[in-house]
């Protein structure tokens, strides 16, 4: 297998009081696209923003293409995009000036700029809007934007963090079409979220974070085989619920309790909905469902990924 | 490559500024307009004519232009290291993006500093304009005195640039300019000479960077003028000071600014 791209041994970082980052270990391949997958404060930023070189680490190791974010931070940003959780565009100028500026930050050639400019005009489809002062953008426009401008360097890898957060469906479902083609085309991501439908449509492999730690590794498929029965049934009880539970688990491997209704993991769902009926469980409704990476991170953390 | 990267944030600076630089531009030019007119022209005309006990050797509105300069230099060049600075760690944070390219935190204050002096250089030029306009100093040798005037006006973008750095809201800004900044323009040589401050104050004048910087561009540009009306300090002393000023200023900015980006 190709070296790493990036390499974390025990990487912690600490403001103060707080951990942010608890002795992670990771490695990052070239061609894929890797998940940081964890609700809100589990350490993503802060982890991403170390490998951005813009966040000193507090201990343990860290390489980026082989080289010390300490040391030659320069030369790492150089062959880096950036798309931070909060966009930084500058609202005052135009789209094409936003991307014109970056690529002289990364002392890109004019023509080469401008050649550049057209085709990520082109990628992120603001062709229309080149001229467009940014704070008249839509959000999902601005973060089509920022995308293009981590782009404009022709980076070896791409950092996103929170990609499509704030964003209405429709917005999203674009943003992760044009990810996707980036993904097409070789380039090496790694995305944080707190969405799993995302992490699953987007990541290659990813790493469950919680609370400064990581607590999982694999593949969406893997890291739901490992911790997930295949199916879920949804029931919503109103009344009786707590004698409700106490049948339930005589019927299944594992139930998982909500505050307004209970999850019921199977390898079967049709035969269990069955037995639920024939054991007389009134529900308001029930819904059968696969399992997802939400159903991995109750199971390994016991809480909701979105509360 | 890192010889030219502050030269990227000095060309990224001016294309902000070639779209915003209506908002600052009339007040730039109207204050020197209006002290002159105001202070100058009316107040100078009853020094002038002091019915015999005028003790300056030369017009009160030349004195006075002499002052305003390097004091409008402190101005923009402390404003230009106050409210941008601020918005570009908090508010625009616009710093953050420019810093997560191979731009480094040295090279961008070194890039707005570099902007702020030709900004300084095109705003003095303009006053000087003015000063012969109004018949105040002709414009030669009034033009020597706008390279001090920038200098005075760069060392004072350094410091205040340090200092933004070191604050968390613009209480601190606004403070700065109340108490330090207004207190300065008063009380440094711009509008009296410092030889006529109470004697308590008169030694703490010399502390202050536009002290030199009025006193350098008075020397250079009204050359007859003699003590008390201005010091017996030599020129290269005040040169001297305004450079360490600057060089101090802009080490600390650097390290200020580190600390509040790279976190
Ligand atoms: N600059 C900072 N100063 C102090 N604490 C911070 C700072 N940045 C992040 N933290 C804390 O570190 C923890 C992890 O935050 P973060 O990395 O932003 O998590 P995530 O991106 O997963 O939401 C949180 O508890 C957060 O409050
Ligand atoms: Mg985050």
New interface residues.
Partial sequence: MAVPLVIAESLTKRFDDITAVDSVDFEIHPGESFGFLGPNGAGKTSTMRMIATVSPVTSGTLSVFGLDPAADGRQIRGRLGVVPQEDNLDLELTVAENLYIYGRYHDMARPKIKEKIEELLDFAELTARRDSQVETLSGGMKRRLTIARALINEPDLVILDEPTTGLDPQARHLLWDRLYRLKQQGATLIISTHYMDEAEQLCDRLVVMDKAKIVAEGSPRALIDEYAPREVVELRIHNGMEAAIEQLVKLAPRIEPLADRVLVYTDDADRTLKEVHDQGIVTDSALVRRSTLEDVFLRLTGRALID | ??V??PI??L??QY??YR??WRGSVISTFLQPVLFLTAIGVGLGTLVDDGAGTSTLPIAYLAFLATGILPATAMQTGSSDGAWPVMAGFKW???Y?????????VRDLILGRFGFAAIRLTFVLTIYTIIMALFDAVPLWPGVLGIPPAVLTGLAFTALVTAYTCTLENEIGLANLFRFGIVPLFLFSGTFFPVSQLPDWLEPLAPLTPLYHGVELVRKLVLSDLEAPLVSSTSMWVHLAYLVVVLVIGTALAVRFLDRK???
């Fill in positions: 490559m890192a030219a990267a990227r944030v060309e990224a294309r902000t779209r915003t625009r944070k616009d953050y993006a420019t810093i997560a390219t191979p731009i480094t980006l790279l976190v």
